[in-house]
């Protein structure tokens, strides 16, 4: 189950904020949510919900013991941490390391449980924040659960630390006001999945389908450039969602994305996409590395780490191993020399040209990100600069996809890329007033058009799953 199904939005969601708000009491609604979760969770995987419970269990029972005070406590963490580790890395990384060992019979054994890539990062966060202050360790194992698992963030985050998020499983309040803007926020991720993910979806896999050889020069950056917008929208919508689920049962989760595409250098769209898993990294891996506290090298090896670890979190395979690096070579180069990558204070003409090289750098990233093997990625990051026209098949293959809607929604998701909706928004609120009731019934009436779209896109569409649900 989706957020973008019928059975999702129109029986699971309206059944569990009903039940929600029946069930008397912090505790009991919390018992069910944890209920709905691990129901939501067994739609899309239930031979894997004994990993998640697995999981769950085992940091739970380590929690317990980083409570206690003694010098075994390092003891406790490396071994909480190690389990948790060994579980993502016998289901995500086992293929991949018996591929290289040469031995393929054995490595499609275990099938990728759904956000195993999430709840153990999650998992990992309470054990660690549990043993720098002991009083984080939580003795109940139902709110363990419940953070590990509430399902609007359990199959793509964002992600929460958990001692950002422990006081909401006890202290959260719900209003009418937050129900609204949760419901808001929901409609706009699944505008951006249906509409613009889906419809710049359709052209990058047509670019992707076809051999690299029979693509071209001016196919392989229409593929590119589509797939840039397929997973932000696709990502961010998710992240939207999550956000507006959240708001429905009084949680409050962190932003995830901040029109990452206007970003001028590499650093700075690391800051403003995936937000979350950014400063996990920064909390649970750089720091602990030294972060920037040991000179100027080891800052640099530090941040390399960490993007080749952010590279290995996405996937089980060299493409997302080089996208990693790729990242992490640029992070690197800009910080040796800083002054030629920053732009406050440059020229217009300084700033576009340090914008561009940023969309270069992270478009041919994504085209490797997005590539079925290195050899597929090379060649099609190569045709972007080959001059090279495509066959008349493979061309006729994608332009028939190059509807006039699809094309309008291809240009609205350039547009929405920047921060266009922000600026309108700050627009009506000068014109009608801040806290105006028209400006709310507005935002209600837009949301309620939304929903329209929505479902008779859902009515007309296939099922696409989100990206990050792989992860």
């Known amino acids: 189950m989706v957020f973008n199904s019928a059975s999702f939005l129109f029986m699971f969601l309206p059944a569990a904020l009903i039940l929600y708000r029946i069930v008397p009491g912090r505790e009991a609604k919390n018992i069910l949510l944890c209920l709905l979760s691990l129901l939501f969770y067994a739609f899309g995987g239930l031979a894997q919900l004994p990993v998640l419970l697995a999981a769950a269990v085992w940091s739970w029972c380590f929690g317990l013991l980083l409570a206690r005070p003694g010098k075994g406590r390092r003891l406790w963490l490396a071994l909480g941490v190690a389990g948790d580790l060994a579980l993502l890395c016998a289901f995500k990384y086992l293929a991949f390391f018996l591929d290289i060992l040469h031995l393929p019979a054995l490595s499609s054994a275990l099938p990728l449980p759904l956000g195993i890539s999430f709840f153990t990062f999650h998992a990992i966060s309470y054990l660690v924040d549990s043993y720098r202050d002991a009083s984080l360790a939580e003795k109940r194992p139902d709110r363990l659960l419940l953070y590990l698992a509430f399902f609007p963030r359990l199959i793509a985050g964002p992600i929460i630390k958990w001692k950002d998020?422990?006081?909401?499983?006890?202290?959260?309040?719900?209003?009418?006001?937050?129900?609204?803007?949760?419901?808001?926020?929901?409609?706009?991720?699944?505008?951006?999945?249906?509409?613009?993910?889906?419809?710049?979806?359709?052209?990058?896999?047509?670019?992707?389908?076809?051999?690299?050889?029979?693509?071209?020069?001016?196919?392989?950056?229409?593929?590119?450039?589509?797939?840039?917008?397929?997973?932000?929208?696709?990502?961010?919508?998710?992240?939207?969602?999550?956000?507006?689920?959240g708001l429905l049962f009084g949680f409050r989760f962190p932003e995830n994305f901040d029109h990452p595409y206007v970003s001028g250098s590499v650093s700075e769209f690391w800051r403003r996409w995936h937000i979350s898993l950014n400063r996990w990294f920064v909390d649970y891996l750089y720091i602990p590395l030294g972060g920037s506290r040991r000179g100027k090298w080891l800052t640099l090896r530090n941040r390399l780490i960490v993007f080749l670890a952010t590279g290995i979190w996405h996937g089980a395979g060299w493409t997302f191993i080089l996208w990693g690096l790729w990242n992490g070579l640029f992070?690197?180069?800009?910080?040796?020399?800083?002054?030629?990558?920053?732009?406050?204070?440059?020229?217009?003409?300084?700033?576009?040209?340090?914008?561009?090289?940023?969309?270069?750098?992270?478009?041919?990233?994504?085209?490797?990100?997005?590539?079925?093997?290195?050899?597929?990625?090379?060649l099609l990051i190569g045709q972007l600069f080959c001059f090279n026209a495509a066959p008349v098949a493979g061309l006729a293959s994608v332009m028939t996809l190059l509807t006039p809607a699809r094309c309008f929604f291809l240009l609205l998701g350039v547009l929405f890329a920047m921060p266009v909706a922000p600026r309108l928004r700050r627009a009506a609120a000068a014109r009608l007033g801040e806290d105006s009731p028209a400006l709310e019934g507005l935002a209600d009436a837009l949301a309620l058009l939304g929903l329209v779209v929505c479902v008779l896109a859902m009515a007309g569409g296939a099922y696409s799953p989100f990206i990050y649900q792989q992860f």
Request: net charge positive; hydrophobic share 50%.
């Open 331 to 378: 992070v690197v180069l800009e910080g040796l020399f800083p002054a030629v990558f920053k732009a406050e204070g440059k020229s217009p003409v300084r700033k576009i040209l340090l914008h561009v090289y940023a969309l270069l750098v992270f478009l041919t990233g994504f085209m490797m990100f997005r590539a079925g093997s290195v050899s597929q990625g090379l």
């Open 165 to 245: 998020g422990r006081d909401q499983l006890t202290q959260r309040q719900e209003s009418l006001t937050d129900t609204t803007a949760g419901l808001r926020r929901f409609v706009r991720g699944l505008l951006k999945k249906l509409l613009l993910a889906e419809s710049a979806a359709a052209v990058a896999n047509a670019v992707y389908a076809l051999e690299p050889g029979a693509v071209g020069t001016g196919l392989a950056w229409l593929g590119g450039v589509c797939y840039c917008l397929q997973i932000y929208y696709d990502f961010s919508g998710y992240s939207d969602m999550a956000i507006g689920l």
